[in-house]
């Protein structure tokens, strides 16, 4: 075991992934990053992610490209229709809607229209998340609006093992995969094997166990929940979080098995207050495990609003550990 970020991990996974397959390529703007400073330095990216690839592998296997996300996805797109593994960087989700045509009309239904014959092994990275100032076009956190999209696959890891893991799994796919990195986690630091086995898509976490509520939470949330979980348990509330790492396809039998214990249910994201994450998974509890409820479901998502620009104004903005103790407390009155 050793300890690493989650950009690290990612970086490390991809390092490992294109050693063994030389059908991987990875593509987009500035994942080579640094090519006009003095020396060459090459700096992977804004976040540093794909650092040290082009050195390893070459400028045909890591492309810098265009600002361009309609062009480079839909370059993707086709190579991974004729025999490639793309793995693709939009550097915010935000710039979705530049290449939203490519990704939901092409990239996800390649698979359908051909009735299969056509493999689209297509993993698109990018980034989520408030609470660095970025202001509300950098700043979003779109996983439930791609979700929607039949033929995606669409990840939130919160861990660095979780972040390299389903990264290996999603090259490994056969369709479109789309991880979102929260930008406030990159720099968190968690045990990982060496190896960074792959997480299999479609299987949750119960990233601490409990009995009285049940609390699902994704990306940057997790760690607010088991921070409001510690809290709570010394008021004597055992809280389960579960951490469901993708949300399509959904570990539905995880939620409702520990909501069927706990008979109570908070949902925490930092996506859409309206027809996001937390709206599926209170649809999950109230169509498949109404028997179950002891309260109502409840979630807990910023408002529904653009993210706000100023930092004091964004901290309001996103759920806090505190909103969730003081949501669960009220649940459990």
Same mark, same amino acid.
């Given at each position: 075991?050793?300890?690493?970020?989650?950009? *690290?991990?990612?970086?490390?996974?991809?390092?490992?992934?294109? &050693?063994?397959?030389?059908?991987? =390529?990875?593509?987009?703007?500035?994942? =080579?990053?640094?090519?006009?400073?003095?020396?060459?330095?090459?700096? @992977? @990216?804004?976040?540093?992610?794909?650092? #040290?690839?082009?050195?390893? +592998? #070459? $400028?045909?296997?890591?492309? /810098?490209?265009?600002?361009?996300?309609?062009?480079?996805?839909?370059?993707?797109?086709?190579?991974?229709?004729?025999?490639?593994?793309?793995?693709?960087?939009?550097? +915010?989700?935000?710039? +979705?809607?530049?290449?939203? /045509?490519?990704? %939901?009309? *092409?990239?996800? &239904?390649? $698979?359908?229209?051909?009735?299969?014959?056509?493999?689209?092994?297509?993993?698109? $990275?990018?980034?989520?998340?408030?609470?660095?100032?970025? @202001?509300?076009?950098?700043?979003?956190?779109?996983? #439930?609006?791609?979700?929607?999209?039949?033929?995606?696959?669409?990840?939130?890891?919160?861990?660095?093992?979780?972040?390299? @893991?389903?990264?290996?799994?999603?090259?490994?796919?056969?369709?479109? =995969?789309?991880?979102?990195?929260? &930008?406030?986690?990159?720099?968190?630091?968690?045990?990982?094997?060496?190896?960074?086995?792959? =997480?299999?898509?479609?299987?949750?976490?119960?990233? *601490?166990?409990?009995?009285?509520?049940?609390?699902?939470?994704?990306?940057?949330?997790?760690?607010?929940?088991?921070?409001?979980?510690?809290?709570? &348990?010394? /008021?004597?509330?055992?809280?389960?979080?579960?951490?469901? $790492?993708?949300?399509?396809?959904?570990?539905?039998?995880?939620?409702?098995?520990?909501?069927?214990?706990?008979?109570?249910?908070?949902?925490?994201?930092?996506?859409?207050?309206?027809?996001? %994450?937390?709206?599926?998974?209170?649809?999950?509890?109230?169509?498949?495990? +109404?028997?179950?409820?002891?309260?109502?479901? *409840?979630?807990?998502?910023?408002?529904?609003t653009p993210v706000p620009y100023g930092r004091k104004a964004e901290e309001e903005w996103l759920p806090a550990a505190t909103d969730i103790v003081a949501t669960v407390k009220s649940m459990l009155m």
């Amino acid at each position: 075991m050793a300890s690493m970020t989650i950009a *690290q991990a990612l970086n490390k996974a991809m390092h490992q992934i294109m &050693k063994v397959d030389a059908s991987v =390529v990875v593509i987009g703007e500035d994942v =080579v990053g640094g090519s006009g400073l003095s020396g060459g330095e090459e700096l @992977g @990216g804004v976040f540093g992610v794909t650092k #040290g690839l082009a050195q390893a +592998f #070459g $400028r045909e296997r890591v492309i /810098d490209t265009p600002i361009s996300e309609s062009a480079f996805v839909g370059m993707a797109t086709g190579a991974a229709m004729t025999g490639l593994k793309p793995i693709v960087e939009v550097m +915010f989700c935000d710039f +979705f809607g530049v290449c939203f /045509d490519q990704v %939901f009309n *092409q990239a996800a &239904k390649a $698979r359908f229209l051909s009735n299969g014959r056509i493999k689209l092994p297509l993993v698109i $990275r990018t980034t989520m998340g408030a609470g660095d100032g970025s @202001g509300a076009m950098h700043s979003q956190s779109l996983h #439930g609006l791609l979700a929607s999209v039949p033929g995606l696959a669409v990840v939130c890891p919160s861990t660095p093992a979780d972040a390299a @893991g389903l990264l290996k799994s999603a090259v490994a796919a056969d369709g479109p =995969v789309v991880i979102f990195e929260h &930008k406030g986690l990159y720099g968190v630091s968690g045990e990982v094997k060496a190896a960074l086995p792959a =997480v299999p898509l479609g299987k949750g976490n119960i990233a *601490q166990p409990g009995d009285d509520i049940t609390l699902v939470a994704l990306s940057a949330m997790v760690p607010k929940a088991l921070e409001a979980a510690a809290t709570l &348990k010394a /008021d004597g509330i055992s809280v389960e979080v579960i951490d469901p $790492r993708t949300v399509h396809p959904l570990d539905s039998d995880m939620i409702l098995a520990s909501l069927a214990k706990t008979g109570r249910l908070l949902v925490v994201d930092e996506g859409a207050a309206f027809m996001g %994450f937390a709206d599926r998974v209170l649809s999950l509890a109230a169509s498949e495990g +109404f028997a179950s409820l002891k309260a109502a479901p *409840q979630k807990l998502t910023p408002p529904h609003t653009p993210v706000p620009y100023g930092r004091k104004a964004e901290e309001e903005w996103l759920p806090a550990a505190t909103d969730i103790v003081a949501t669960v407390k009220s649940m459990l009155m």
